[in-house]
């Protein structure tokens, strides 16, 4: 669990107490934060996942829903761009998605637009992150949306990062995009369900097949 789900959680939990002696032990009311504890508890959630092996393989940086998966210009020439939406239901742990050594972390202030409102991958709150695979450079981002208030991105620039590993969080409802290289092959379509670090969403180029 993620050390967040232990501060809102045992901080509600305290508060139902304080709330038994405050009204005379009455019980609804100091029963009342108690689902949100729970909530809280279950919303950090940072399940272990079996990160797959494999030359080339690019991994879902978050569980979530794929929204859009397109070839796209850019000023590094054609990339592929695969979308996930994270409901609130989702977990919120997101990871990385290759193998590598940072090479940039850049945060943009912004709006907290719908994270379904295509805008929203320009307009909104983000951290752009940069991997160089030794071969090809991955992108990914963290985008907020209009629940999530706070984008925690734990890499800097020099990091050396594995497949799947773990590499912070967006809180609430959010996107990720990641950016490939034009000559990968995407293993997801639109409408799939996908979860961080074991997913394989795509393979670069000359990677297994």
């Known amino acids: 669990m993620v050390k967040d789900g232990y501060f809102y959680g045992l901080g509600l939990s305290f508060a139902a107490a304080i709330l038994w002696v405050l009204t005379s032990h009455i019980l609804w009311l100091s029963l009342l934060p108690l689902p949100f504890a729970v909530f809280f508890l279950w919303f950090f959630r940072d399940p272990k996942r079996e990160v797959p092996n494999g030359p080339g393989i690019v991994v879902s940086p978050a569980d979530g829903k794929v929204t859009a998966a397109e070839l796209i210009e850019t000023a590094n020439g054609s ?14 742990v997101n990871r990385s998605p290759v193998a590598g050594t940072v090479t940039a972390v850049e945060y943009h202030k912004g709006k907290f637009m719908n994270a379904m409102n295509p805008d929203s991958v320009l307009a909104n709150e983000q951290t752009l992150m940069t991997v160089d695979t030794g071969e090809y450079v991955v992108a990914f981002k963290q985008i907020a949306g209009l629940l999530a208030r706070r984008i925690v991105c734990n890499l800097k620039v020099g990091d050396k990062v594995q497949r799947g590993q773990r590499m912070g969080m967006i809180k609430f409802g959010s996107r990720t995009d990641v950016l490939l290289p ?6 997801v379509r ?3 369900r996908v979860k961080g670090g074991s997913t394989i969403i795509g393979v670069l180029p000359g990677g297994v097949s």
Do not use: E, P, Y
């Open 190 to 192: 639109v409408g799939d």
């Open 79 to 92: 990339q592929l761009r695969l979308s996930i939406f994270l409901n609130v239901f989702d977990v919120h």
């Open 182 to 187: 034009g000559g990968a092959t995407l293993k």
